[in-house]
T-cell receptor
Framework: DSGVTQTPKHLITATGQRVTLRCSPR?????VYWYQQSLDQGLQFLIQ???????AKGNILERFSAQQFPDLHSELNLSSLELGDSALYFC?????????????FGDGTRLSIL | DAKTTQPPSMDCAEGRAANLPCNHS???????VYWYRQIHSQGPQYIIH???NNETNEMASLIITEDRKSSTLILPHATLRDTAVYYC?????????FGAGTRLTVKP
């Protein structure tokens, strides 16, 4: 058990819809990261938050957005969903941004777009 | 793009040591080497990381060459539950780029 909690585990929705994925980091971790893993691609880094502020951006689409709340949990919002957005979405957390602490991953949310 | 090169697949006999190589010839001085593994579609599991010294923990050992251009992850006594995709990543905290990894199959 990594200590990172993601909900829901599975999500099935239709094209054009909007969903919100939630992540609770390990106790004490200030950084939260979001990744996407599609069948035909590896783990792609989307975005990082550190103590409520956006720290780094990767290959995140404009239709996607994220935020980190004062209690440090984070949400990833995906809108105008397309079939290609079907993927596993992982959240990870680490202790201190920029200090090379390893990231610890949750079990992911499997998003299926019908 | 990932900054590492790993063999796409390897086999190992149960109970034997599994040695997984990784080349990272363009590593810069402040970048660490991290190893993760992913079992089926579970979340990646952190194994070990290091800067230049060899490291050991309860899961594995990490051997980094003196020039830091390559490293080897050693699972001392592989079990069937170690069958997974192993990722070698070079980077810093907020810049970890996962490549395709090595699919390790532990066989009875």
């Amino acid at each position: 058990d990594s200590g990172v909690t993601q909900t829901p585990k599975h999500l099935i929705t239709a094209t054009g819809q909007r969903v919100t994925l939630r992540c609770s980091p390990r106790s004490g971790d200030l950084s939260v990261y979001w990744y996407q893993q599609s069948l035909d691609q590896g783990l792609q880094f989307l975005i990082q938050y550190y103590n409520g502020e956006e720290r780094a951006k990767g290959n995140i689409l404009e239709r996607f957005s994220a935020q980190q709340f004062p209690d440090l949990h984070s949400e990833l919002n995906l809108s105008s969903l397309e079939l290609g957005d079907s993927a596993l979405y992982f959240c990870a957390s680490s202790g201190h941004g920029g200090l090379n602490q390893p990231q610890h991953f949750g079990d992911g949310t499997r998003l299926s777009i019908l | 793009d990932a900054k590492t090169t790993q063999p796409p697949s390897m086999d190992c006999a149960e109970g034997r040591a599994a040695n997984l190589p990784c080349n990272h010839s363009t590593i810069s001085g402040n970048e660490y080497v991290y190893w993760y593994r992913q079992i089926h579609s579970q979340g990646p599991q952190y194994i070990i990381h290091g800067l230049k010294n060899n490291e050991t923990n309860e899961m594995a050992s990490l051997i980094i060459t003196e020039d830091r251009k390559s490293s080897t992850l050693i699972l001392p006594h592989a079990t069937l539950r170690d069958t997974a995709v192993y990722y070698c990543i070079v980077g810093r905290d907020n810049d970890m780029r996962f490549g395709a990894g090595t699919r390790l199959t532990v066989k009875p």
